[in-house]
């Protein structure tokens, strides 16, 4: 079992910059990818970024250049760092953690919203 705690979602104005963290804890032993994922209302669930155990990362080509995933794994923290944000970036973000074959868990979603 494996828990997620989100954090940095919020308010921003267009061409602005928010990070996202989600903490990982309890069976985080064999964590084989963490990512991003965000749902506006009324759309799909969709891949913004993604880590792999490995250090792969891939991103949706809407967040490419604008959006940098990262991982502490002292922490086992993984991060999103949002630049140069956009109205339609806004969305719930939910964190994602894959352990084992099978196994995916979610973390709570934290809301972005880009005014402009």
């Known amino acids: 079992q494996v828990q997620l705690v989100e954090s940095g979602g919020g308010l921003v104005q267009a061409g602005g910059s928010l990070r996202l963290s989600c903490a990982a804890s309890g069976s985080i032993f064999s964590i084989t990818a963490m990512g991003w994922y965000r749902q506006a209302p009324g759309n799909q669930r969709d891949l913004v970024a993604a880590?792999?155990?490995?250090?792969?990362?891939n991103y949706a080509d809407s967040v490419k250049g604008r959006f940098t995933i990262s991982r502490d794994n002292a922490k086992n923290t993984v991060y999103l760092q949002m630049n140069r944000l956009k109205p339609e970036d806004t969305a719930v973000y939910y964190c994602?953690?894959?352990?084992?074959?099978?196994?995916?868990?979610w973390g709570q979603g934290t809301q972005v919203t880009v005014s402009s």
């Open positions: 994602l953690c894959r352990r084992g074959p099978i196994e995916s868990y």
């Open positions: 880590i792999t155990r490995g250090g792969s990362i």
